[in-house]
């Protein structure tokens, strides 16, 4: 991931694989100079010079092997509040804070609620919506999510032809709310990264559309300065009410916001 486009909060990185996004998730594709800026590294020959091996051994021992945004992402992960935060309330992710404040604001999630949650790995917002009271909750996400009791999980690429049908199927019925944490693999190619990113959103409002009921809400990941024109008069059209909305959460140095739709009109 270049560092020009390190604009999501990365988080759900257990192992603290290259960071792609700032924003809660994914890990980028390394960029071909970082690779070969470790292969240049060799070993250290005997008899060398002392204190250049010395140095050489401290940096590879504190980022053992990892690439400098794969670093630069764990330095900020161990000085973050809300990554504390999570860890001393039991949620998996810090990403569950930007829901849970969404909700502080928009009163979204109800006893007794069904939820879809698109992008869930590694759970955190599908706590906040068990905690909340829902009474089902189905997560979908290419990764694997351990189980959280009281929820549904689909290990499963969003965008595949099936995904869609398997979710409703798991539903069993029509949603109240669908919510959107998905941020693509980023590929360090700023155009790429971002028509990918917009085609995940509309595809998620698509979605709501077909299984949200009358007065349902949708929340979405976007980042500012998006393609989201037609989105959003999609969602105008489709909701009573529509808005932005970037919780304390998110980072301020990152481009990602929410959408907040609601009044599903049906
Ligand atoms: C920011 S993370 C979600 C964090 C989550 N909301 C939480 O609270 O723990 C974004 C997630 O979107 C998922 N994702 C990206 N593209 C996807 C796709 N095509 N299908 C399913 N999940 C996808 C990623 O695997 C990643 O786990």
Redesign the pocket.
Known sequence: MSDENDD??D??MPDGTTSG?E????PAIEPEDNKRRRRRGGPIKAGGDKRAAKQLFERVKTARGRSISSVRWLQRQINDPYVKKAQMEGY??R??Y??LQIDERFHLLKSGMNIV????????????ALKKGAAEVVG????PIDPIKGATILE????ADE?PDLVKAEMGGQADGVVS?????TTGHKNTDHLRIVA?VEMGAHFACEVLKPGGFFVA?VFQGGAEGELLEMLKHKFTKTRHFKPDASRSESAETFLIATGFKG
């Open positions: 999501h909060d988080e759900n996004h924003d809660d998730g994914m998996r992710s990403a569950a930007k829901l949650d698109l992008g869930s790995a590694p759970g955190g917002w599908i706590q906040v979908i996400d290419l990764l499963q690429d969003f965008t995904a944490d998905l941020a693509p693999w995940l990941k």
